[in-house]
């Protein structure tokens, strides 16, 4: 997503050109019972794994996140550490810039400057679980800077349900609380300086596919169309490298939010919070999202998400 592409070690390993400081104390918290990764089904089929303490270099974002999410018939729709921007983890919630603290990965865009390697990577670190049954996960999460301060407190839910033989839908919910006593800005590369519709960080999902996906709205086609548009859903269809083919439909941007896309460099989508300015959460205050995503086999056309969203309405 950030267009400068950094192969390198995912688990926390020395960096081997010693040139990027390593991050101490990325979570002091002990774990806490039960933090294996859980899974979501529906009846007796696992849809999505939830890696939810992952042992990740700092480098690369550490945060929650679910991979592999499947079809109902068993294909992928999700890619972790792709050799070409290794810190994309499956689905997951990230953000390049939260008060000056690096909670996406890799380099940090600088006004003037350009992409940066920076000693300011952060991580969201699950603390309590909530909620655990097999189709329903919920739990509380901080985003801290480098040196364990908290930036934010999240509570967060993932659901999933049943839509049709050959679709479900993943709901992820969240709310952000912001400290009593500061503002927490969120911003972008784009926000930062960066030309070219670069606005992604929120909810992000990086999808896998054989070739070049195909994405669209209810009234656009393409990558340049998606991309910075403000569209109720937009729609990425491919074939995973096994040979499924998918469709995944995204819904759910919140006021100010849009949607960044990417189709040609690699698939994915992000509702995105700072798309073209910066977004606040105020001193004491939150932020919600709810977001769907729904989750099918074979490749659907306008006509065809327009009847899987009204099945998932009514489901």
């Known amino acids: 997503m950030t267009g400068h592409p950094q192969p390198s070690p995912t688990r926390a390993d020395p960096d081997p050109t010693g040139s990027v400081p390593r991050q101490a104390g990325a979570d002091p918290h002990p774990a806490d019972p039960g933090d294996d990764d859980p899974a979501l089904h529906l009846g007796d089929v696992e849809v999505a794994r939830y890696v939810v303490r992952p042992d990740l270099d700092p480098r690369h974002g550490p945060r929650p996140y679910l991979h592999p999410v499947r079809t109902l018939a068993g294909t992928p729709v999700t890619d972790a ?19 000056g603290t690096n909670l996406w990965g890799g380099r940090t865009y600088v006004r003037g400057t350009g992409y940066t390697w920076r000693d300011d990577h952060g991580v969201i670190a699950h603390t309590q679980w909530r909620e655990r049954t097999p189709d329903r996960l919920a739990h509380t999460l901080q ?77 656009a086609d393409g990558e340049q169309a998606a991309n910075g548009s403000a ?3 937009v729609a990425l ?6 040979g499924g083919a998918y469709t995944l439909v995204f819904t759910g941007l919140g006021l100010g939010d849009r949607w960044f896309v990417r189709t040609a460099m690699y698939p994915g989508v992000c509702v995105a919070f700072a798309f073209d300015r910066p977004a606040v959460v105020p001193a004491g205050g939150r932020r919600t999202g709810q977001h769907r995503v729904l989750v099918a086999d074979g490749v659907r056309d306008r006509a065809g998400v327009t009847a899987l969203l009204a099945a998932a309405e009514s489901a």
């Open 81 to 99: 550490f792709p050799a070409d921007h290794v810190w994309h983890l499956g689905a997951s919630l990230a953000v390049q810039d939260v008060d």
């Open 143 to 219: 985003w801290r800077d480098r040196a364990g301060g908290v930036l934010l407190t999240e509570h967060r839910r993932l659901a999933a349900t049943p839509v049709t033989a050959d679709a479900w839908a993943l709901d992820v919910d969240y709310t952000l609380t912001a400290p009593a006593q500061r503002d927490v800005p969120l911003g972008s590369p784009a926000t930062n300086g960066r030309p070219g519709g670069a606005g992604y960080g929120g909810f992000f999902w990086r999808a896998v596919a054989e070739g070049e996906p195909t994405a669209f709205t209810m009234d």
């Open 231 to 233: 569209a109720r859903w």
């Open 237 to 242: 269809t491919g074939v995973a490298p096994g």
